[in-house]
């Protein structure tokens, strides 16, 4: 498990404090000392080769969508392997649901929306994401609009590529999986469909899925579009996301609220002091103060 430290790992990242784990590792804020930004850094745990290959799979991601959340940088050392993404201060949809039960109707069909842009975007890029679910969609922090962000895409692959399982086993999150998938069909774009359906129900209802048992629309305007999501036959549901927003969008949602608080879960940056930062880096920077004031002194002789 990597702590922080003086020395950035990989050459690159900074670790400044832990922010939350994955099923991979852990995420650190960081220091990415190549640009200079604060960034989330994913590092990987403990891994075999096939936790490797999708670990180097998900840094590979470069889905550029406002509600995507793919790596921006990674660095490796030796059997340490670390990847950059932009950090997101309001934790995820999971946190806001264990704060206050049901949404809203109008704010989760904000959400909705989002996510339905999220899934166009990256079914549009040949990907099929494969663990849609409250936990890996992240907010960031408002008191009006939300703004969401897909991420994790550690079990996500291309529609095209060679599948990352051994035999009929299933890759997700139970309850959030639709019934092909369980059963362990080849990756297809409606599933992700289905667990942005089941994903709408928990927000409109608090109660997370039972695994085994289909999902329970609630009675509202999203009923009809929430059914087509969840369909068991995936032939019944829309037949892209692109198409399951539009249809969202032609439904009248009602002005309800009041609508949640994301407040900043994350809150000030740990302060990094000189002390802090790796010998190479200030040895250069001295060097590059000692040549700017060496030209100085050339000029005015």
Known sequence: MPTPTTTPLAGRYLLLDQ???????SVWR????????QVAAKVLGAHDSATLLR????????????????PTGWAADDHRVVFGMDLVHGGSVAELLAETGPLPTSYA????????????????????????????????PSDRMP???????????PVEDVRLTRGPAAVG????????????????????????????????????PKPGRAPMVPEGPLRPLLTALVDPD????PPSAAAALERLRRIELPVDGPWPVVPDRLGDPPRVDAARWPTPVIVVSLVVIAACTLACVLMLR
């Open 30 to 37: 960081a220091q990415d000392l190549r640009t200079g930004d």
């Open 147 to 157: 703004f969401l962000r897909l991420g994790d895409f550690g079990v996500a692959v």
């Open 234 to 237: 995936p032939e019944l549901r």
């Open 173 to 208: 999150t139970d309850g959030y999986m639709a019934p092909e998938q369980t059963a362990g069909a080849a990756p297809d774009p409606r599933q992700d469909l289905y667990a942005a359906g089941v994903v709408a129900i928990q927000l409109l209802t608090g109660r997370p």
């Open 109 to 140: 069909g904000a959400l909705l929306d989002q996510l339905l842009q999220a899934l166009a975007a990256v079914h549009a890029a040949g990907v099929v994401h494969r663990d849609v679910k409250p936990a890996n969609l992240l907010l960031d």
């Open 19 to 25: 922010v939350g784990t994955g099923g991979m590792g």
């Open 55 to 70: 670990f180097v799979r998900e840094q590979s991601l470069r889905i550029r969508h406002p509600h995507v959340l793919t």
